[in-house]
């Protein structure tokens, strides 16, 4: 993608959206880090149907580990994966309440070291939480990112840093979420619906998908 296209590519996601969001429920901070770290190869609509049943009972670290394992398995087994994720939870609640006084950390490096939060974990949280212009990269934004040739990349990290460099500071902080909801509801990986998107004009991806 021509650098000149990528403002008007993004002011067009923006008119369209002035405020975009994750499609994840939650209420705090803590409820966010749950919802991500549950939604690891799981769709945003079975995390929420889980944590519709589980953040009314348990919805800070200490809520979670008076569950017990096997409570909270109960909680998100509709969810893949829920027993490693179920796993990961406890051990990261028993950290955020003996090295955090049961808050969320506010940096890379202590979201990182809990069990189950990669990169991408951390950096939703920093951005969807604190309002950092953090890039978390998923395959939706990977897929995006390559196809439209605005960030071209052979790993989500080469994604990320493309972003970060490509984009105009002014829609950093809210690109993650244009970019997601791109991917997940016009640029589908099987067929993209060229015909229906906003920002066809500035993409590089040939040729444009007719419309059925």
């Known amino acids: 993608m021509k650098k000149s296209n990528i403002a008007p590519f993004f002011a ?28 690891a190869q799981a769709t945003d609509v079975g995390v929420n149907k889980a944590t519709r ?36 939870l406890m051990q990261t609640c028993r950290i955020l309440v003996q090295q955090h006084g049961g808050q969320v950390p506010r940096t890379r490096e202590a979201l990182e070291a809990l ?21 978390a990269v998923d395959t939706h934004i990977f897929r995006v990112g ?8 052979k790993t989500p990290l080469e994604v990320e840093k493309q972003l970060l460099a ?21 640029c589908q990986a099987r067929k993209p619906r060229c015909w229906q998107c906003v920002v066809a004009p500035y993409c590089d991806f040939a040729p444009k998908t007719p419309a059925p």
């Open 115 to 135: 069990p189950g939060v990669g990169r991408k974990t951390a950096n939703v949280v920093l951005n969807v939480a604190f309002g950092q212009p953090t890039m």
């Open 53 to 88: 049943r589980l953040f009314p009972v348990a919805n800070t670290p200490q809520a979670v580990l008076d569950l017990g394992l096997e409570g909270l398995e109960d909680y998100i087994k509709t969810i893949g994966l829920y027993r490693s994720k179920a796993k990961h």
């Open 166 to 186: 490509r984009v105009p500071a002014e829609y950093l902080v809210d690109a993650h979420h244009w970019l997601i909801l791109l991917g997940r509801y016009v």
């Open 12 to 39: 067009t996601l923006k008119a369209a959206n002035p405020q975009p969001n994750t499609e994840l429920e939650y209420t705090s901070v803590f409820e966010l880090l749950t919802a991500v770290l549950l939604s």
């Open 146 to 153: 390559n196809r439209t040739g605005l960030a071209p990349g």
